[in-house]
């Protein structure tokens, strides 16, 4: 969603080109993120020459504040999307920042891994707005990626195993 | 307004911007270096949108207030306490990525 894709666009800025190509995953519902990714691809490609990248939608896990018992229903829905495109772009670096989105991708990778078909390294960057508590993904998410990343100190004491850089975007 | 690609061009000709709490808005705002006045409004907002707003006031980078109060704050409001915010920094999570991908 909008505010997530501007941030991770951000957190893209300065990877090198051995990033690539880079595969977009976000929700079908989501009407602003295509542009903007478009647009920082463009960019991009006015710098390297070699730059590849795919756009996918899966449908959106949870609305904001939807139910619990709703939204696994909705999330399960959208694991059993998200499992075949996964399987078929076989990342080798899942990247993400918060969005319901991230959820149902990052099981699948994680699903891959365990079934010895792809091992992807999951790293999970909490969004910015976070500075005392994580967001629903982060709490699920700081459990099954193998880097956990906050901007913000206060959450670094309150999740050890989490990794402060320092703010990012 | 709500429909365009960017306010940027708005935000660079503005003298003083007054925003609801949402991070994008605060962001941009602070990163154009133009004064903020963040509004909050705790009914209507998540929690967490206002995570990010108190802590950009308690280190002073924005002014803050709710509805009720917002003239009161244009009338006696100093921007000049206002401190400058540092831009963030993906080049450190660039080199950090670099480390664990190898």
Redesign the interface.
């Known amino acids: 969603t909008?505010?997530h894709t501007?941030e991770i666009l951000?957190?893209?800025?300065?990877?090198?080109e051995s990033?690539s190509p880079r595969h977009y995953i976000f929700a079908d519902s989501d009407k602003m993120s295509e542009?903007k990714i478009r647009s920082f691809e463009q960019k991009r490609s006015e710098t390297f020459s070699n730059s590849q990248f795919t756009l996918d939608r899966i449908p959106r896990s949870r609305e904001?504040?939807q139910s619990w018992i709703s939204s696994v229903v909705t999330t399960l829905y959208s694991i059993l999307y998200s499992l075949p495109l996964t399987y078929k772009l076989k990342p080798?670096?899942v990247?993400c920042n918060g969005p319901g989105t991230c959820v149902p991708v990052c099981i699948s990778a994680l699903l891959l891994g365990l079934l010895g078909i792809k091992r992807a390294?999951i790293?999970y960057?909490e969004?910015?707005?976070?500075?005392?508590?994580l967001?629903l993904s982060g709490k699920i998410l700081y459990y099954f990626s193998?880097?956990f990343?906050v901007?913000?100190p206060d959450l670094k004491e309150k999740y050890p195993k989490s990794?402060y850089?320092?703010?990012?975007? | 307004f709500r429909f365009k690609d960017s306010l940027a061009e708005d935000l660079g000709r503005a003298d003083l911007v007054i925003s609801h709490a949402g991070a994008g808005s605060c962001l941009e705002t602070l990163e154009k270096r133009k004064p903020i006045i963040v509004v909050t409004n705790e009914k209507l907002m998540n929690n967490h949108q206002l995570e990010l707003a108190k802590q950009l006031h308690r280190d002073g980078h924005v002014l803050c207030c709710n509805c009720s109060t917002l003239v009161e704050t244009l009338q006696s409001m100093d921007l000049s306490t206002l401190k400058p915010f540092p831009p963030g920094q993906p080049e450190k999570f660039a080199l950090f990525l670099d480390k664990v991908v190898g």
């Open positions: 909008g505010g501007a951000r957190l893209l800025s300065c990877l090198s990033y542009a904001v504040r080798d670096l990247l390294i790293v960057v969004s910015i707005c976070r500075v005392e508590t967001s193998d880097y990343i901007q913000w990794i850089l320092g703010r990012l975007v």
